[in-house]
């Protein structure tokens, strides 16, 4: 599908306490994620670049040795290679993040 409304898309479970829609291209995945409240991943990294927008809710983020709290319309980049992770408050938060695909 070439178009989303983000507003009503279908999301499914990804893994517990995370529901998301992908669409996958040749090159690039894009994905909606709505996580639940105080859910964390403590961290990884991987071979691609990353990207994202907050669509709805807090979200703590950190990137190598930077931390932030994101909220609706601020985004994120993180480079190839470097540690990051995030962890929800006390509400879901909904982001669009975009990354290459890997092979």
């Known amino acids: 599908m070439a178009f989303w409304n983000l507003n009503n898309l279908n999301l499914e479970e990804f893994r517990p306490g995370i529901n998301s829609k992908a669409e996958i291209g ?3 995945v894009m994905v909606c994620m709505e996580i639940k409240a105080e859910k964390e991943d403590t961290g990884h990294s991987h071979n691609y670049d990353q990207c994202g927008i ?10 190598g040795e930077e931390r932030k709290i994101l909220t609706s319309d601020e985004s994120y980049f993180i480079p190839a290679g470097v540690q990051h992770g995030w962890k ?3 509400k879901t ?4 993040d975009v990354s290459i695909k890997e092979s």
């Open 93 to 96: 938060v909904k982001l669009l």
């Open 26 to 28: 040749n090159n690039l």
């Open 88 to 90: 929800t408050f006390d």
């Open 54 to 63: 907050i669509l709805d809710g807090k979200i703590e983020m950190y990137i």
